[in-house]
């Protein structure tokens, strides 16, 4: 499990493929931050509310200069149906080896009913126009959790 992001990191680059199979990088996009969310299972009742939430706010986000990128272990076909099945207009990326988790530490070791295993743990990672991690949420809960990164963003005045 690597090391978890902190503040000022800088953020691992990635290229993943999205839900319609073209590549898409995180590369320093001038004047706008990044959002990249990482969530365990597309179609599952939590990542739905999560991303649902993320599609009901994009404008207002991408108003303020973000925008949302969302990570899962699932293959692209799966992210396709999701995409379309709640009509998500931010990129998913599929990350099956999850070495994008890895390096930004949303990948490792969960408990669940008492057992233990490896697996996605539900994190936020913003990143600046210059690449730089500006803020770093772990274990976060899909139910409530855009409404409180605007607030910790401080979009909601």
Excluded at 20 to 30: E, F, M
Excluded at 93 to 115: F, I, M, P, R, T
Aim: a negative charge.
């Amino acid at each position: 499990m690597a090391d978890r992001l902190a503040t000022g990191d800088d953020a691992p680059h990635f290229t993943l493929k999205d839900s319609s199979g073209k590549d898409v990088s995180l590369a320093p996009r001038p004047g706008r931050h990044t959002i990249v969310y990482f969530y365990p299972a597309a179609s599952t009742p939590g990542c739905t509310k999560e991303a649902c939430d993320f599609r009901d706010s994009l404008a207002s986000l991408q108003s303020a200069g973000y925008d949302v990128l969302g990570i899962s272990p699932d293959p692209v076909q799966k992210l396709a149906a999701f995409a379309a099945n709640e009509t998500l207009t931010f990129p998913l990326l599929s990350d099956q080896d999850h070495a994008v988790a890895d390096a930004y530490g949303a990948w490792g070791e969960k408990k669940n009913y008492g057992k233990t295993y490896e697996g996605l743990i539900r994190s936020t990672i913003v990143v600046d126009p210059d690449g730089k991690v500006a803020l770093a949420q772990y274990n976060v809960r899909a139910t409530g959790h855009v409404a409180k990164l605007r607030r910790d963003l401080k979009l909601d005045a």
